[in-house]
Every structure is written in C-alpha cells, then in structure tokens.
C-alpha cells in the first residue's frame, strides 16, 4: 500500500480479553517495527521484525505481549489478558531495509483502551 | 535518566516567528530522524541526519546534526499555522541504522495567530 496501515484504529476492550492490532507495511519493507506511545510521551520501542524473522523482541513488557509476522509482509501484535495499564497508543513503522540510512515510516496507529 | 532529551516540552510563537527545538543525546548518535504528530494521527516523517554537521531543510524547516555534542536543532523560519502540533526526535544509538529508534518525549508547539 501507499502508506503503513493499521487497523483497528480505536480499540476499547474489557481487562482481561485478548487483543490483537494489525500492521500492514508499505509494499515491498522489510523491516517492520512496533512501538508504543503513552500519552505525553515519545513512541517506546517493542519489537521489530526483518522479513519473517523477529530479531529483537527486547521491548515487549512482559509475556503478555507477543508479535507475528508469519509471511514477512503483515504483522499482528497480540496482547492477552489486558490490563488497563496496557492503555496507549500502539504504532507500527516499516522500512525499505534494515541499516543506517533508512527512513522509517510510521501508520496512524491503534488506540487501545483497556476498560 | 532520559537518553534523548528535547527542549522546550512547549512552545508558544506567534505566526510569522522564528523557532528551534533541540534534542540532545546522551549516546552516541549514528543518526537523528525529527517527526512531526498532530493529535490522533500519525508521524510524519521530516527528515534523518546521519553525518555530523549535516544540514538538511524542507520548505521552511532545517535540521542540523552537531555529531561531537550529540546534539540535533529543528528550526522553523516565519512559522505559520500549519506547523502547530508535536515535533519529536528519534535517535538511532546502535550503529545498526532501523533496529529500534529511541524517542524524545516530544516538544508541543503551538501558533498563535
């Protein structure tokens, strides 16, 4: 696509369900990232992904916290059992590749809020 | 301690004025990206500085990168009303370029007309 997408763009969930968030790069980057960014704050780093391969995963909370990206192309970020403090603003990113030089490009994001 | 610090947090300018952001590393810098976020959207990218006293501008906004202080400067010339929103750096501290950017909390910037 022309841009990164995601959906959903707003998420309320009750404490304790599953959720997942879904990323679709710009056609044909292989690295895709996701972030998260609280109210008032930057964006803080989660994982990231080159092609299928997760390879730095050092960023995710806790286990509650998994992502996907089974076909190198759209990745999902699961969260199970909820809680409210998992409430922010969850962004993806891709680029064209990985290394010094490339510009990352961000989608709009999901809201998430954990009731 | 915050790795990536931007300063101000806010700014109030009247339309027509200049402005700077700043953002200061407390790592080595291999390279600085600037975005810009208006509420509920997404980032926009603005431009990535790589190399030290690298200068780049687009339309009315330069952002230079002084390797040695590790430190980066946005600068607005003759702001307009379109510029209002949040600007944040992303510092690249691993030298592998796109692993995971670390992120400034954000400087909010609002014109007044």
């Known amino acids: 696509g022309a841009g990164v997408s995601q959906s959903p763009r707003y998420k309320v969930t009750k404490r304790g369900q599953d959720v997942a968030l879904r990323c679709d790069p710009i056609s044909g980057h292989v690295s895709l990232y996701w972030y998260r960014q609280a109210l008032g704050q930057g964006p803080e780093f989660l994982t990231y992904f080159n092609y299928e391969a997760q390879q730095d995963k050092s960023g995710l909370p806790n286990d509650r916290f998994s992502a996907e990206r089974p076909e190198g192309s759209i990745s999902t970020l699961t969260i199970q059992r909820t809680e409210q403090r998992d409430s922010a603003m969850y962004r993806c990113?891709?680029?064209?590749?990985?290394?010094?030089?490339?510009?990352?490009?961000f989608g709009e994001g999901s809201w998430l809020t954990v009731v | 301690s915050q790795e990536l610090e931007q300063s101000p947090q806010s700014l109030i300018v009247q339309e027509g004025k200049n402005l700077t952001i700043n953002c200061t590393s407390s790592k080595t810098l291999y390279g600085l990206y600037w975005y810009k976020q208006k509420y509920g959207e997404g980032l926009i990218f603005l431009m990535m500085?790589?190399?030290?006293?690298e200068e780049k501008s687009h339309e009315k906004i330069t952002a230079k990168l002084d390797e040695k202080k590790q430190q980066s400067s946005l600068h607005i010339t003759a702001s307009q009303p379109s510029h209002a929103g949040i600007y944040l750096c992303g510092a690249d501290h691993s030298g592998g370029g796109a692993d995971g950017l670390t992120f400034g909390k954000g400087t909010h910037l609002i014109i007044q007309p």
């Open positions: 990113a891709s680029s064209l590749a990985r290394g010094r030089g490339n510009t990352i490009y």
């Open positions: 500085l790589q190399k030290g006293g």
